[in-house]
């Protein structure tokens, strides 16, 4: 299985302590695909040559302020987003984007569920995977905590969304922190073979980066996850949690999750 880490693309000094340190890629923010300027796109590029580093995936896919479900969607404004995005994510060789979005995703009170599943079914065929298969890239919806976002809380739910979207290119991700906190259950495994395309992992209380020190319940909770996500088909997985000190907590992190996936 291979490690990657959630970092910004500009991370230039967190990039040369993971070249040294076993990253086997980088998994950046897909919104500053969009943002940045040509020139630090190019710089962005010159680093991970640098420091051969691939960059192969990318989260936080639609800002909180451009709703997908709701009231006031702007297909016009997405559509232009979108192409922008996936051109920038092609350049860099970017094959995989993380649908979590919980904002961009959330309904407001009183909205129908089954209302605002339709409505994200029918952005991901109309919009978002037609130019994700221009690009070559696949879209996994990520299921977030409750708190976090009103639609989608499961694996069987960002499941039941790309069922629904009918799309060849979007299928689902697992995130140990949401499973944990939302007490998603993985026992009819066979259901979601094939379906389940990256996993993130993260301390699952605190959300910090997973260490040899934690207590030996959390890293029995790691070894039946990263089984789990294995058994159904899964090779990806990205570090998402909170650090205060990169350089030394990355390491950490990287020895026991390859101790556990090799």
């Not at 051969?52 to 709701?70: E, Y």
């Not at 987003?81 to 860099?92: D, H, P, Q, T, V």
């Not at 997973?210 to 058994?231: G, H, L």
Request: proline share 3%.
């Amino acid at each position: 299985m291979k490690i990657g880490v959630c970092r910004g693309l500009d991370d230039f000094e967190a990039m040369k302590i993971a070249c040294v340190n076993g990253v086997d890629y980088w998994e950046c923010g897909f919104g500053s695909l969009v943002s940045y300027d040509d020139e630090k796109i190019r710089m962005c590029k010159d680093a991970l040559k640098r420091y051969n580093i691939s960059c192969t995936i990318a989260n936080g896919f639609i800002p909180g302020d451009m709703k997908v479900v709701g009231v006031d969607v702007d297909y016009g404004a997405l559509e232009k987003y979108l192409k922008k995005g996936f051109e920038r994510a092609k350049s860099l060789g970017i094959k995989t984007v993380v649908f979590g979005s919980g904002k961009a995703r959330s309904f407001p009170d009183g909205f129908s569920i089954e209302k605002a599943k339709e409505q994200l079914a029918f952005f991901l065929k109309e919009y978002a995977s037609p130019l994700a298969a221009e690009a070559g890239v696949v879209i996994v919806m990520e299921p977030l905590r409750f708190c976090e976002s009103s639609l989608i809380h499961t694996v069987s739910d960002g499941l039941e969304i790309a069922e629904m979207s009918c799309c060849d290119n979007v299928f689902a991700l697992a995130d140990l922190y949401h499973v944990y906190g939302n007490n998603d259950c993985f026992d009819d495994v066979s259901k979601f073979g094939g379906k389940l395309k990256h996993a993130h992992i993260a301390e699952p209380v605190k959300r910090i980066y997973p260490s040899s020190d934690d207590s030996e319940d959390v890293v029995s909770i790691y070894r039946s996850f990263i089984e789990t996500i294995k058994n159904m088909g899964c090779n990806t997985l990205s570090i998402e949690a909170h650090t205060e000190n990169f350089a030394v907590d990355f390491p950490r992190a990287v020895e026991i999750l390859k101790s556990i996936t090799d």
